[in-house]
């Protein structure tokens, strides 16, 4: 086993881009060495609309992560998210030859393969695969079918496909940076590793990922993840109604939304003033606290409904007991978690990322959850002795030690 290995997640986001550099140690312990942020001008809706831009902002991201890490990076783990993500659920079977009716990898591997046989138009591909639970004859929702005897073998799985120029453009991008591409990681997946703990995924729980442009929302049950939506909106949405509503600039308004946006209702008779810069030369403006935080209120109502729409659409809203939790840099607003709360009807809890070696506290905030997990599924997928670049959510002792036939599975992705 090699040692030292480096990896990069790079996280390009619609109002953010982040690059985390990390070392393990003796095959065990990930060591975050340095963190990089840099604005994103050139997504729009988690897809790539500038280039240069987009460049820009990876070299600036990467730049600052490589000062504070002391490291050159040269391959990156990259997240895919945006709109133009679709979930499918798929049936695969094989029925297995006379002769060898015990149940082997090539078998787990042909059957997975089978369920990504989508009819898709040219301009799509699949970019995960995932399975669910398996079957052998008459027998149902096993977890590992290894070894098992059975004349048919079924997996039940959750297949992602992409626009495949969308990724390509952000693949484009990372080239136009000096960099090269070392996996692919659907990014709701990657801070899904990084947020919930092993019984919240197996007893069923719904992370929603708020980020600029886009909201991810993730269902998993049973440890594994079995159902994907991506809302097209996100803290942007927020910005733009304060901005459009209180006559601000876009800067300001954003900076106002993360110093003074809050949920939670005001005082009666609360009418205390921000004062921030306007349009005419910067001179100062009044913003009312409460009529700040009714606009922000409106408008992450309006989100969580729509997340409760794709929650509701996914057939999964009563098995899960976790209830929600919260992750995103769109998700440190004052009084979320209770507005969340409300209008899904959960219990909703924070999520961070977890605590790892070199990781400042300040970096445990929910706008690092996507980076972070970039680096622990590169961790994982290189433990696992190849790239599972696509899948990052395997099942906890199960999956993970069906890397080989995973690997096989998800080639299109794999780099």
């Known amino acids: ?20 550099i990390g070392q ?12 990089g942020t840099a604005p994103s001008y050139g997504l729009k809706g988690g897809q790539v609309v500038d280039v240069v831009l987009t460049v820009k902002a990876i070299d600036e991201a990467i730049h600052r992560a490589e000062k504070a890490a002391r490291v050159r990076a040269s391959q990156v783990v990259t997240g895919i998210a945006g709109g133009h993500l679709q979930s499918h659920s798929q049936r695969g079977e094989v029925e297995l030859p006379r002769d060898e009716r015990e149940v082997r990898e090539r078998h ?8 990504t046989m989508l009819t898709l138009a040219e301009d799509r591909e699949v970019v995960a695969v995932i399975p669910k639970t398996f079957a052998t004859d008459h027998l149902t929702d096993v977890l590992d079918p290894r070894g098992l ?10 297949v992602i496909t992409g626009a495949t120029n969308a990724m390509a453009n952000l693949e484009h991008c990372v080239d136009q940076a000096g960099l090269s591409t070392r996996g692919r990681v659907l990014q709701p997946l990657a801070s899904a590793r990084a947020c919930l703990t092993p019984e919240q995924r ?7 990922d708020i980020g600029g442009g886009t909201t991810d929302v993730a269902l998993f049950v049973d440890d594994a993840c079995w159902h994907i939506a991506v809302v097209p909106v996100g803290g942007a949405l927020v910005t733009a109604d304060i901005a459009r509503g209180l006559r601000l600039p876009t800067k300001v308004a954003e900076a106002l939304k993360i110093e003074h946006g809050r949920i939670e209702p005001l ?22 606290r409460r009529d700040l935080s009714e606009v922000v209120a409106a408008r992450m109502e309006e989100l969580l409904r729509l997340v409760l729409d794709e929650i509701t659409r996914s057939g999964y809203y009563d098995i899960l007991p976790a209830g929600v939790v919260l992750t995103g840099g769109g998700s440190r607003m004052a009084g979320l978690p209770s ?46 002795d190849g790239w599972v670049s696509a899948d990052v959510h395997r099942r906890e002792g199960v999956l993970d030690r069906l890397g080989g036939w995973m690997r096989s599975v998800v080639s299109p992705t794999v780099r």
């Open 24 to 35: 393990e140690y003796r095959g065990a312990q990930l060591h975050v060495l340095g963190v």
């Open 202 to 208: 197996r007893e069923g729980v719904v992370l929603i």
């Open 1 to 20: 086993m090699s040692r030292n290995r480096t990896f990069v997640g790079l996280d390009v986001g619609t109002t953010k881009t982040c690059a985390v």
């Open 267 to 288: 005082a009666d008779g609360d009418d205390t003033t921000v004062e921030v810069p306007g349009f005419d030369h910067g001179a100062p403006v009044a913003v009312r």
């Open 149 to 158: 005897t059975a004349q048919r073998l079924a997996v039940e799985a959750h």
């Open 339 to 384: 507005l969340a709360s409300e209008v899904l009807d959960m219990p909703v809890a924070m999520g961070r990322p977890r605590a790892l070696w070199g990781l400042d506290e300040s970096l445990r905030a929910p706008e690092f959850s996507t980076g972070i997990g970039l680096l622990l599924t590169a961790s994982a997928a290189e433990e696992a």
């Open 108 to 115: 787990v591997g042909a059957v997975v393969r089978g369920a």
